[in-house]
């Protein structure tokens, strides 16, 4: 009896030694770790690794950039190093962003009684030529202007934003100006691949003074 416990323990020891893991850390303690999909802990973890199986692991933590790498079991693919760390580097994208309520949504700005149609339209041009280069429509009948779309893209994200003018009502005149900010979260995406981008509750920092500048400039005193 004896004998087989002794036995037993040292093929549990050798299968132990044998085993193959590796260690995954990260520079943000708080950062979370995805294996295959799963959330299985903050800052370390260690993965066991099957032998005929391959496992994708993620990092990622709200402001960072994301991080992605695969480890394989000795007979699935390449040889897995004994740890992986990750060196976490802030967010460009948000870096050079901010969160607020004004984006994707219409401000009624009322303007000044004293300004003419003609004086109001003017102005409100000269407002949108002060942050976009390009206009891809002004109808001054109609009192409607869409700009082109102005896109930067990121290390891990591409954003497009624009400014739609309309007519809300004429008497008294006020318009409906809105600030278009959306994000595809990848690299390098063409601005005209609609499918890909999405509303974003942030807008980039060049573009924070336009609302206010409108009701400065435009608006009723």
């Known amino acids: 009896m004896k004998l087989k416990l002794t036995s037993l323990l040292l093929l549990l020891l050798t299968f132990s030694m044998h085993a193959q893991t590796v260690k995954i850390s990260a520079s943000e303690p708080d950062a979370t770790i995805i294996v ?15 032998k005929k199986e391959c496992y994708k692991i993620k990092v990622e933590k709200p402001g960072f950039l994301r991080y992605e790498s695969t480890v394989c079991g000795r007979k699935a693919g390449p040889e897995a190093p004994k740890s992986l760390y990750f060196e976490m580097k802030a967010d460009d994208a948000e870096e050079a962003s901010i969160k607020t309520d004004q984006a994707n949504v ?16 003017k102005l409100t041009t000269q407002i949108v030529t002060d942050y976009f280069d390009a206009i891809e429509v002004s109808d001054k009948e109609t009192s409607y202007l869409r700009t082109a779309w102005s896109v930067q893209s990121f290390q891990q994200n591409t954003i497009r934003t624009r400014l739609i003018i309309k007519l809300s009502k004429s008497n008294p005149l006020t318009f409906k100006v809105k600030l278009n900010s959306e994000f595809s979260g990848t690299n390098g995406t063409s601005v005209k691949a609609d499918e890909q981008f999405r509303d974003w509750d942030r807008i980039l ?13 435009l608006a009723k005193k």
């Open 36 to 50: 295959n999909g799963q959330k299985v802990g903050h800052g370390n973890y260690k993965l066991g690794l099957d």
């Open 106 to 121: 219409d401000f009624e700005i009322e303007v000044n009684s004293d300004l003419e149609v003609t004086e109001a339209w």
């Open 205 to 217: 920092r060049k573009y924070k003074n336009v609302i206010s500048d409108f009701s400065t400039r």
